[in-house]
């Protein structure tokens, strides 16, 4: 009969091949179109074939048509450990994409070559999301390596487009392949704190607004005989952030403990300092208590944009590029208990339940009724120049999933 080796001594084994796989993965350049790359195929292809050089045998994969990418598709991956319960599934749902660099004077390094430095990986990707995609794949190993059956079924989903909305990942898996049950379990490693302790089981609803505002071009020196686009958008961005003190209810569950509603970015209007502009677009960040329903904040909206035409003289029109709305968590379902009774054994942490303001594809799985949570052990490096990942970390969070799939 297999010994069964200690999780201690597993990782200790195999902390080189982490530092390798987190290595390879960063070397595959996976940003979406929308932010000029080419997707995600080739660190999918790349990932696969690490899976299956390590005995994973049950890999299913899911093409999302894409036709601005060269494969044609985004891809997905769906891993399989049978359990002794097939009824209620633990998935782990990591992404594959990451977003761009940024700034490539702020790196010290080549983002896409991860470099080892005082107990930290460096590099694009690695702790967004990687970290957790390895995670997700080293606690994984553990059972294969071993030969032990898990308790549950475990389900790794490593995902595509979550940078982008999901569209072509999250969403479009719930919607065509319908992969999930509600009696699944199902974790996110893609948020957290560097103690491991925060346990996400909300997120405040969202609205991204995008408006676009035409009065008339005049000469700078007569506005009487124009429609100023730009003054008309700057009273309209004020009145849009005073919906603050009217959906201002608060919950300490949330930080900032109330709703937010932003001006964010603004497009160029006109190129000389004495003209009118005649067109002025902007855009909005709201983030929203989810006691409120967004169809009563987008009729305030709209009285908003009906004032200030009549005031001004201007047509107001809005899109919204992301709206989101989703029920909690509950503190009491099994996946939080589960994952709460983990990290107080690898952690020694009583957990702490948490609401955020971000968006993660957790809301999509509770709007279908699936109760999802986000956790990990983050030094919150998502989108930041010289992003890094706590190698410690990773292991502890593996270890973690070992007893959570227990």
């Known amino acids: 009969?297999?010994?069964?080796?200690?999780?201690?001594?597993?990782?200790?084994?195999?902390?080189?091949?982490i530092i390798d796989l987190e290595t390879q993965l960063t070397s595959h350049i996976a940003i979406a179109p929308e932010g000029n790359g080419d997707g995600e195929t080739e660190k999918c292809n790349a990932l696969e074939a690490w899976l299956k050089e390590k005995g994973f045998n049950d890999i299913e994969r899911y093409e999302a048509p894409d036709s601005r990418v060269s494969s044609g598709s985004r891809p997905s991956l769906v891993v399989t450990i049978p359990g002794t319960d097939n009824n209620s599934r633990i998935w782990v749902m990591a992404h594959i994409d990451v977003v761009p660099t940024g700034d490539l004077k702020l790196w010290n390094t080549d983002p896409w070559k991860?470099?080892?430095?005082?107990g930290k990986l460096y590099g694009r990707g690695v702790e967004d999301n990687q970290q957790g995609l390895c995670s997700a794949a080293f606690a994984a190993l553990y059972y294969i390596k071993n030969g032990i059956t898990p308790a549950h079924t475990i389900k790794l989903l490593f995902v595509a487009d979550e940078e982008n909305g999901s569209n072509y990942g999250a969403i479009w898996l719930l919607r065509e392949k319908h992969l999930f049950k509600k009696e699944d379990l199902i974790l996110i490693p893609d948020g957290g704190d560097p103690k491991g302790q925060t346990i996400e089981i909300a997120e405040k609803n969202l609205i991204w607004l995008t408006v676009h505002v035409q009065g008339q071009q005049t000469h700078g020196s007569r506005p009487d005989s124009g429609a100023n686009a730009c003054l008309a958008a700057c009273d309209l961005s004020m009145r849009l952030h005073g919906?603050?003190?009217?959906?201002?209810?608060?919950?300490?569950l949330f930080e900032p403990n109330y709703s937010t509603f932003q001006p964010t970015k603004r497009l160029k209007n006109v190129d000389s300092i004495n003209i009118i502009p005649g067109e002025d677009t902007f855009s909005f960040d709201c983030r929203i208590l989810p006691c409120y329903k967004l169809d009563d904040v987008l009729k305030e909206v709209d009285r908003c944009c009906r004032e200030v035409e009549k005031e001004h003289g201007v047509r107001i029109e809005y899109t919204t590029p992301q709206k989101s709305e989703s029920p909690a968590t509950s503190v009491n379902a099994p996946v939080a208990q589960k994952?709460?009774?983990?990290?107080?054994?690898?952690?020694?942490?009583?957990?702490?339940?948490?609401?955020?303001?971000?968006?993660?594809?957790?809301a999509e799985l509770r709007r279908e009724g699936i109760d999802a949570v986000v956790?990990?052990?983050?030094?919150?490096?998502?989108?930041?120049?010289?992003?890094?990942?706590?190698?410690?970390?990773?292991?502890?969070?593996?270890?973690?999933?070992?007893?959570?799939?227990k």
């Open 1 to 17: 009969m297999q010994s069964v080796q200690s999780v201690k001594d597993f990782f200790a084994e195999q902390r080189k091949e």
């Open 114 to 118: 991860v470099v080892e430095k005082d």
């Open 243 to 252: 919906l603050e003190k009217i959906f201002n209810k608060k919950d300490d």
């Open 339 to 362: 994952l709460a009774a983990a990290i107080k054994k690898v952690h020694g942490l009583d957990a702490k339940f948490i609401g955020i303001g971000g968006g993660t594809v957790g």
């Open 375 to 405: 956790w990990s052990t983050l030094d919150d490096q998502a989108h930041q120049p010289n992003e890094y990942c706590v190698i410690d970390n990773l292991i502890k969070d593996a270890e973690t999933l070992i007893e959570l799939f």
